[in-house]
């Protein structure tokens, strides 16, 4: 199975800063990724899918890049709602696999 | 509206088992894949099985594979999990979500249930 390695695991940041995740996979998955967002006691949240598309309703502030086996989802300028949990995923190859997640915290 | 309604968790034994249903509503359940997702609690997502439109291919994760077979009724709109030889390590919530694009074999887990609780002790 291709294995998705997220970094950091966890980071703090403040509201107003710009915050990175990446995520690397085992072996190339083109642009087959999705970034999923989740909230304590809630179900996750689609936010990108295929490296960049942005989901509806997904504000402007996240973006996706990359290709391979390296992407990253960039939030711009972070705001009190996008502290949460943050997943890729990967649906090149069966079994589809998740990253294990970065936790953004208040600082 | 999209409602997914989980059922079936509960408190099982190592070794038994379990059936999972997840009840549909509000888009034409038949063009759309299935997934169930995990998650162990305090853990991540772990993606565990998906399942065609038609109940076409159905894939599993490598955890599971071999003791856990998802199915659907398209008639009833509901999807199923069976789970069999149950692990301790299969305690968790177990989402059921829908795809997001109609007509694929499976793109993304879009819409998401609100899980059901699997514990597996002794």
């Known amino acids: 199975a291709i294995q998705m390695t997220q970094s950091p695991s966890s980071l703090s940041a403040s509201v107003g800063d710009r915050v990175t995740v990446t995520c690397r996979a085992s072996?190339?998955?083109?642009?087959?990724l999705g970034w999923y967002q989740q909230k304590p006691g809630k179900a996750p949240r689609l936010l990108i899918s295929?490296?960049?598309d942005l989901q509806t309703g997904v504000p402007s502030r996240f973006s996706g890049s990359g290709s391979g086996t390296d992407f990253t989802l960039t939030i711009s300028s972070l705001q009190p709602e996008d502290f949460a949990t943050y997943y890729c995923?990967?649906?090149?190859?069966?079994?589809?696999?998740f990253g294990q997640g970065t936790k953004v915290e208040v600082k | 509206e999209v409602q997914l309604v989980e059922s079936g968790g509960g408190v099982v034994k190592p070794g038994g088992s379990l059936r999972l249903s997840c009840a549909a509503s509000?888009?034409?359940?038949?063009?759309?894949?299935m997934h169930w997702v995990r998650q162990r609690p305090g853990k991540g997502l772990e993606w565990v099985s998906l399942?065609?439109?038609?109940?076409?291919?159905?894939f599993y994760a490598d955890s599971v594979r071999g003791r856990f077979t998802i199915s659907r009724d398209n008639s009833k709109n509901f999807l199923f999990l069976q789970m069999n030889s149950l692990r301790s390590e299969d305690t968790g919530l177990y989402y059921c979500?829908?795809?997001?694009?109609?007509?694929?074999?499976?793109?993304?887990?879009?819409?998401w249930g609100q899980g059901t609780l699997v514990t597996v002790s002794s």
């Open positions: 979500a829908k795809d997001i694009s109609p007509y694929n074999s499976g793109w993304y887990p879009h819409s």
């Open positions: 509000g888009f034409t359940f038949d063009d759309y894949a």
């Open positions: 399942i065609g439109g038609g109940g076409s291919a159905p």
């Open positions: 072996q190339g998955i083109r642009d087959n």
């Open positions: 295929a490296v960049s």
């Open positions: 995923l990967q649906n090149y190859n069966y079994p589809w696999t």
